[in-house]
């Protein structure tokens, strides 16, 4: 398998539920990404890991909290969320964090929170 | 405050015409610019991109424009064919600020 793949790629969840999404790289690289796109909206950067560190955390609510326990895999754990959460959530990779890097995107996860 | 702003939703263009879709930033820090495109249930796939110290890039049929006084960027699509059809994103970032920041894209249709 290549590229950056995202699973579920659909979800719905209550406000009491906790959840996580999964993204998985397969290109070697050492930045990972969460996005979030809620709709008419730009794409908005939620989190930035390098090298298995949090380098960036753009005023993300704790409801979200993200893990990267290695440069291949990033998850974003989902608890007490509110309707408001419902967006495509993309996980992106970079060679690393340079903004000149090309970000690959996986193909996102379709949330839902009723 | 959106940094980014794609100010066309939707453009449709005939096909084999030019299809220009437009983008503009209000940070004058912003200093390497981005195309990326995106199919439905797909994430973005990059495009093309331009440094601010040129004012043009050309990729086969796509050439981006940077008009950096009026910190307006466009991107050209000639000839249009009917698989360009797809929402188109600008985004723009600043030296060491790590971060991309996108407009809301806009929905090109090319039709046959």
């Known amino acids: 398998e290549t590229g950056v793949t995202q699973t579920p790629r659909h979800l719905v969840m209550g406000m009491t539920n906790k959840k996580s999404l999964k993204c998985e790289q397969h290109?070697?690289?050492?930045?990972m990404y969460w996005y979030k796109q809620s709709a008419k909206k730009p794409l908005e950067l939620m989190f930035v890991y390098s090298l298995e560190e949090r380098v960036e955390n753009n005023s993300v609510p704790s409801r979200f909290s993200p893990e990267c326990p290695n440069s291949s895999h990033l998850f974003l754990h989902l608890h007490t969320l509110q309707p408001e959460d419902s967006a495509l959530y993309l996980c992106?990779?970079?060679?690393?964090?340079?903004?000149?890097?090309?970000?690959?995107f996986g193909p996102g996860t379709r949330l839902l929170v009723l | 405050d959106q940094q980014v702003k794609q100010n066309s939703p939707s453009l449709s263009v005939q096909e084999g015409r030019i299809s220009i879709l437009n983008c503009d930033y209000t940070n004058s820090m912003f200093d390497y610019f981005l195309w990326y495109k995106k199919y439905p249930a797909e994430g973005p796939t990059f495009l093309i991109s331009i440094s601010s110290i040129k004012d043009k890039n050309e990729d086969g049929r796509f050439t981006v424009f940077l008009n950096k006084s009026a910190k307006h960027l466009s991107l050209h699509i000639v000839p249009s064919q009917p698989g360009d059809s797809a929402v188109y994103f600008c985004?723009?970032?600043?030296?060491?600020?790590?971060?991309?920041?996108f407009g809301q894209g806009t929905r090109l249709t090319i039709n046959p």
């Open positions: 985004a723009a970032s600043a030296v060491g600020a790590q971060k991309l920041v």
């Open positions: 290109l070697g690289h050492n930045a």
């Open positions: 992106a990779s970079s060679q690393d964090k340079s903004e000149t890097e090309t970000q690959y």
